[in-house]
């Protein structure tokens, strides 16, 4: 069994910052790529910013400059520093990762695992 949890969500004025961080717990044996996405009320899940293990970053453009992704490998956590949020940044923000799973003693599995949401409302 594994699980992604996140924390660090809340209620913030525009111009105001948070950090979300994501904890992997389990039968992870490798994990690759960690990231974040989000969604809206009546929008589609979006990507916003992804990070491979050796530290290779990506970033949807409506966060560039102003939201940096990291991790810590030890720790198999991810975080995410949302500085400069505008209310178009509301949303439930979901951790990812892609890894691999030790099923039993002779099965290994991957796949892409979710964490259950954190959400980040932010006032105008």
């Known amino acids: 069994q594994v699980q992604l949890v996140e924390s660090g969500g809340g209620l913030v004025q525009a111009g105001g910052s948070l950090r979300l961080s994501c904890a992997a717990s389990g039968s992870f044996f490798s994990i690759n790529a960690m990231g974040w996405y989000r969604q809206a009320p009546g929008k589609q899940r979006e990507l916003v910013a992804t990070?491979?293990?050796?530290?290779?970053?990506n970033y949807a453009d409506s966060v560039k400059g102003r939201f940096t992704i990291s991790r810590d490998n030890a720790k198999k956590t991810v975080y995410l520093q949302m500085n400069r949020l505008k209310p178009e940044d509301t949303a439930v923000y979901y951790c990812?990762?892609?890894?691999?799973?030790?099923?039993?003693?002779?099965?290994?599995?991957?796949?892409?695992?979710w964490g259950q949401g954190t959400q980040v409302t932010v006032s105008s």
């Open positions: 990070i491979t293990s050796s530290g290779s970053t």
């Open positions: 990812n990762a892609y890894g691999g799973v030790q099923v039993t003693a002779q099965l290994k599995r991957w796949g892409d695992y």
